[in-house]
């Protein structure tokens, strides 16, 4: 019995009756396979964003080399019009100013709104409530930015107009106004806010909230003094990807802000954003090889260079107020 027992024979047969023997040549070919396709897929991901910035940088370096574009008067001017006119300007500040004026409008909104609506649901809604609330809030990132353009135009402007009107005798904004496309910028970017800064929230420990009720505190004193700053870098990850993303917003502003390019901070007027004037360049009204068609290139490169810097400081201040609990 016990030469049967170790009778490698009769182990083989005994394994194959268990099941198939396992070939460790044939899993490490697997395995190579499988690490050479998420390499792959991440190769993929780093030379799309290289072929981007080449595409940038190669067009922006043949507008910049027209005799009809000064590099200073492209990075100071503060005059845009490629389009009209004998004397043409490529001061890039008019469209930069539009941009940050519609973005800042829309952080003003979405930031404080949903960071209270995102404390709301963490700390003082029931369970029933938010595991309603939640995904209707999320509802609004699903929904098309073409929709939210022409929401701007026909409630936003108006409601505003009717407003200012009723207060003040005068509608004061046209219909393209950066106030209205900012604000359904905001309204964009709201579930970002909302639901990354509410996931944060409720990832704080536990104990930290049990500790600063035990020491006395009301539910609005853990929920802004504890809370709130125990989970600031995930709050401020969410405010840095809201703020981008309404910096690249395109549709809204093209529809809503209108296309008038200046130097302004009046956000009853109307503005052109950098994407804007993308959308208008590529809309078949310019040549095809001209100059306008290279000077949306050079404002592509200056939109990446804005949110780049962005997203740097954003990782810099998410290092600095990082919290790590066990």
């Not at 989970?231 to 990850?237: V, Y």
Request: charged share 15%; glycine share 8%.
């Amino acid at each position: 019995m016990s030469t049967a027992s170790t009778n490698p024979a009769l182990l083989v047969v005994q394994a194959a009756r268990r099941g198939r023997v396992r070939s460790t040549a044939n899993r490490d070919f697997r395995e190579g396979l499988i690490r050479g396709a998420l390499a792959l897929a991440a190769l993929f991901s780093v030379a799309i964003t290289a072929t981007i910035l080449l595409t940038l940088s190669w067009e922006t370096f043949h507008f910049i080399a027209l005799p009809e574009v000064r590099l200073t008067d492209f990075l100071l001017g503060t005059t845009w019009s490629p389009l009209l006119g004998a004397e043409r300007h490529f001061g890039i500040w008019p469209l930069v100013c539009g941009t940050l004026l519609v973005a800042g409008v829309g952080a003003a909104f979405a930031l404080p709104v949903g960071l209270v609506s995102a404390i709301y649901l963490s700390e003082y809604a029931p369970p029933r409530v938010r595991a309603t609330l939640k995904p209707v809030l999320e509802l609004l990132a699903g929904v098309p930015t073409v929709v939210y353009g022409f929401f701007a135009l026909t409630v936003i402007t108006p409601g505003l107009q009717w407003v200012c009107r009723a207060l003040l005798g005068d509608p004061i904004f046209p219909v393209y106004n950066a106030t209205g496309a900012g604000l359904a910028v905001g309204v964009m970017i709201l579930p970002i806010v909302c639901s990354l800064s509410e996931d944060a929230l409720r990832a704080v420990p536990r104990s930290l909230r049990e500790g600063a009720y035990a020491l006395g505190g009301t539910r609005f004193d853990v929920s802004v003094r504890v809370v709130v700053p125990a989970a600031l870098s995930g709050i401020l990850a969410s405010f840095f990807l809201a703020i981008t993303r309404a910096i690249g917003e395109t549709m809204i502003v093209a529809l809503a802000a209108g296309g008038l390019a200046h130097m302004t901070l009046n956000p009853a007027s109307e503005v052109q954003t950098m994407t804007a004037y993308m959308v208008q360049i590529f809309l078949g009204d310019a040549p095809a090889f001209g100059v306008e068609n290279l000077s949306s290139y050079a404002v592509a490169a200056v939109l990446f260079v804005f949110t780049f810097a962005l997203t740097v400081v954003g990782n810099a201040l998410l290092r600095a107020f990082r919290e790590e609990y066990e």
